[in-house]
């Protein structure tokens, strides 16, 4: 019986430390986003949104850039609140030491809105997070 709680206790410890990894990861990963050159002179104000719709991310991600916080909605929360320019993810994946991600910053939401499509790959190698493959177009 002994055993079987030491097992458990474990695998629960193992789990939290996967978490928080991935969390930390995550958080760098979307800063790393949001903080592409092609992307800050569309940035308004000091909060940068993100839609959480296809993608959700946990309340508990930190990211923080140059005076920018980044907030989390719902869809419904955008539409209430009025924000007219939000990131939304269609992909958000961390594997390991691989990130992929693919979404859209969309301008003047529900008027003439415009988007900015990024797609990235990101490789982490020595505990820092990369950018191997990049593409940002407006359309």
């Known amino acids: 019986m002994r055993?079987?709680?030491l097992c458990i206790i474990v695998v629960i410890?193992?789990?939290i430390n996967i978490q928080a990894q991935t969390l930390n990861d995550q958080s760098q990963v979307l800063q790393i986003c949001i903080?592409?050159?092609g992307l800050k002179e569309f940035?308004?104000?000091n909060e940068i949104y993100v839609m959480q719709h296809e993608v959700s991310f946990n309340n508990d991600l930190n990211v923080v850039i140059d005076g920018y916080s980044v907030v989390l909605l719902e869809k419904d929360e955008v539409n209430n609140r009025g924000v007219k320019d939000f990131f939304v993810f269609r992909k958000f994946e961390v594997i390991n030491s691989v990130a992929l991600l693919e979404g859209q910053y969309?301008?003047?939401y529900k008027g003439a809105e415009q988007y900015i499509s990024v797609d990235l790959e990101l490789?982490?190698?020595e505990g820092s997070w990369t950018i191997k493959n990049s593409k940002i177009e407006r359309k």
Do not use: E
Request: hydrophobic share 45%; glycine share 6%.
């Open 123 to 125: 490789i982490k190698a």
């Open 43 to 45: 940035y308004h104000g």
């Open 106 to 108: 969309v301008l003047n």
């Open 3 to 5: 055993k079987f709680s």
């Open 35 to 37: 903080d592409l050159p």
């Open 13 to 15: 410890l193992s789990a």
